[in-house]
């Protein structure tokens, strides 16, 4: 293998912060075509929520994505996630859902044709309808390895 260049070197790196910018580009145009669908949802979702959640929007996917954190939860069945959840329901499918037992988590992951939502959702630790309950045990082997030189 040929050793690299200087020239060669900052010919890549050029190349690599202009694709970083061209992906920025694209993901402003794919936020600002879906504005108006995006500000249609905050305007239902925002007076659901309180405080203690938190609403953002990320670029860089296939479409913008809608970010909502919901802590202290009482429950995920009772609630103010009761209604973001029926409000996610009338705007798109949710297509997965992933449980953190150790953290008492659920993340909720949405799609709409013009944007996406993931909910991480946290019931507060004395909730008294939701708890993480020890299931079982687990011993792991983890092979350890140190470097030898002749």
């Not at 108006?36 to 659901?48: H, N």
């Not at 429950?75 to 329901?89: H, M, N, P, T, Y």
């Not at 799609?111 to 991480?120: G, I, N, R």
Request: aromatic share 8%; net charge positive; hydrophobic share 40%.
């Amino acid at each position: 293998m040929k050793k690299p260049t200087i020239a060669s070197v900052f010919k890549s790196a050029n190349a690599d912060a202009n694709d970083t910018i061209k992906r920025a580009k694209v993901g402003k145009i794919k936020l600002a075509n879906a504005k108006a669908k995006i500000t249609a949802f905050i305007r239902v979702i925002r007076p659901l929520m309180d405080s203690r959640d938190r609403l953002s929007i990320y670029t860089g996917f296939e479409k913008p994505q809608i970010l909502i954190s919901m802590r202290e939860l009482d429950s995920f069945k009772q609630g103010r996630i009761v209604d973001v959840l029926k409000a996610l329901e009338v705007y798109g499918e949710c297509r997965t859902t992933r449980d953190w037992a150790e953290s008492i988590n659920r993340d909720y992951h949405y799609d709409m044709p013009e944007f996406s939502v993931a909910l991480h959702a946290y019931v507060k630790e004395d909730s008294p309808t939701c708890r993480k309950v020890a299931v079982g045990t687990a011993t792991e082997t983890v092979v350890k390895y140190e470097i030898q030189c002749d």
